[in-house]
């Protein structure tokens, strides 16, 4: 899963990137509204994280201007306060979830896990590809019964193909799923890494399809 954290405290920040990237998410940071916007424009992401209270546009003003363009990404509002009024601002203004600083950090990506749930088109608590499946809560694989342990960026590809089910995802949307801006992003990784894949997945009925000049697609056998 991809993140946009959205936060001008930039200690805070730092710990909340490290805190994510060791539950293996991909995450990009901005400390300002204007520069989300431009990372939105030119990215997909699966929760957008942000902060309440930025300069010069505020996250409920930013939060306002994608709701009105009909941006759908699930956003979970970081408030310095509990109130009632905070928490009516936060709903009004469009977010699917907030959480109150300080937060603990199993709290957070409980919250984040919720809300990708939410947006799937099963809302279920699990995936299922054949014999492959994805639990959300734990975002771990099987495959037949047996744990799948993949490393690092495979695991990324495979929850982004299974997240998008039926769907194709193109080379340029996995690039997008698995390199954050520090990274050196590479269209030949994805074919290595897809291959790595489709050998693990090998033996049972959860495929990985090629759509020539589209992307690629994640299907069981029987369908």
Not at 97 to 116: G, Q, S, W
Not at 151 to 171: D, F, N, P, Y
């Amino acid at each position: 899963m991809k993140l946009l954290l959205v936060e001008d405290n930039a200690e805070l920040a730092h710990w909340i990137v490290n805190l994510l990237k060791a539950e293996s998410f991909v995450v990009d940071h901005v400390s300002n509204a204007e520069c989300a916007v431009s990372m939105l424009n030119h990215q997909g992401y699966d929760v957008l994280l942000l902060d309440m209270r930025l300069p010069a546009m505020s996250g409920k003003e930013l939060l306002g201007r994608l709701r009105r363009r009909g941006d759908t990404v699930p956003v979970l509002m970081l408030t310095a306060h509990g109130s009632i009024e905070d928490k009516v601002e936060c709903f009004a203004a469009g977010a699917d979830d907030f959480v109150v600083k300080p937060f603990d950090a199993r709290e957070l990506v409980a919250r984040i896990k919720a809300l990708v749930r939410r947006q799937s088109a099963q809302k279920a608590i699990a995936l299922v590809c054949g014999q492959l499946h994805y639990e959300f809560d734990s975002r771990e694989f099987s495959y037949g019964g047996v744990p799948l342990t993949l490393r690092r960026r495979e695991h990324a590809i495979l929850e982004a193909l299974i997240l998008r089910q039926g769907k194709t995802v193109s080379k340029s949307m996995l690039m997008e799923s698995i390199f954050s801006l520090d990274d050196v992003a590479s269209a030949d990784a994805i074919d290595i890494y897809i291959h790595r894949l489709r050998k693990r997945l090998a033996g049972g009925n959860a495929q990985i399809m090629t759509l020539r000049g589209l992307g690629y697609i994640l299907r069981a056998r029987d369908d």
